[in-house]
C-alpha cells in the first residue's frame, strides 16, 4: 500500500517535472477535432507569461459539444506552462483555458478540442 503510494507520488512528480500537459474530458466515438492552436510566448524578463484561449474564437460561434479538451506542453522540461480549466470545457460548447508559464520564460503550447 504504502509502496503504490511512493510509486504514485513518484511518477506524479515525474510527469509535472517533464510537462505540464493536461486532459480533460474523454473522448468518445464520432467526435473529432474541432480545433487546434498553437500558443508560443517569448520569454521577458520578470514577466509571467500568459494566454486566455477562448473558444468559440471571436465573432464566431459553435453548437459541437466539447468532449475533450488537450493541452500539450511543447517543452519537454520543467520550464514550461501549467493549463487551467477556467470556463465551460467537456460537455459544453464553449471553454476558456488560462495557459499560465513561469516568471521569465516562455513557452509554447497547444491547445486542441474535440467535439461532435
Ligand atoms: C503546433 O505544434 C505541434 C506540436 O509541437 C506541431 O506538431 C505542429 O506542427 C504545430 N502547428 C503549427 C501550425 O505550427
Ligand atoms: C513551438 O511551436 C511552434 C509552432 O507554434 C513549433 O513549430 C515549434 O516546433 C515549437 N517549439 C518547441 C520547442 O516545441
Ligand atoms: C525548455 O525547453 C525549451 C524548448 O526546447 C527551451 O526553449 C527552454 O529554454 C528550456 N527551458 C529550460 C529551463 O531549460
Given at each position: 500500500m504504502?509502496?503504490?503510494l511512493i510509486f504514485a507520488l513518484i511518477t506524479t512528480f515525474i510527469s509535472l517535472a517533464l510537462s505540464r500537459s493536461q486532459?480533460?474530458?474523454?473522448?468518445?466515438a464520432g467526435?473529432?477535432?474541432i480545433i487546434s492552436r498553437n500558443v508560443t510566448?517569448?520569454?521577458r524578463a520578470k514577466v509571467i507569461p500568459m494566454h486566455l484561449f477562448k473558444f468559440p474564437l471571436a465573432g464566431r460561434s459553435n453548437d459541437r459539444l466539447i468532449t475533450a479538451v488537450q493541452v500539450l506542453d511543447n517543452f519537454r522540461n520543467n520550464s514550461?506552462?501549467?493549463p487551467i480549466l477556467k470556463v465551460g470545457g467537456p460537455g459544453r460548447t464553449f471553454t476558456t483555458v488560462l495557459l499560465q508559464g513561469q516568471s521569465g520564460r516562455g513557452f509554447n503550447a497547444s491547445v486542441i478540442l474535440y467535439g461532435r
Open positions: 504504502k509502496l503504490i486532459f480533460w474530458g474523454k473522448r468518445v467526435d473529432r477535432m510566448i517569448y520569454p514550461g506552462v501549467t
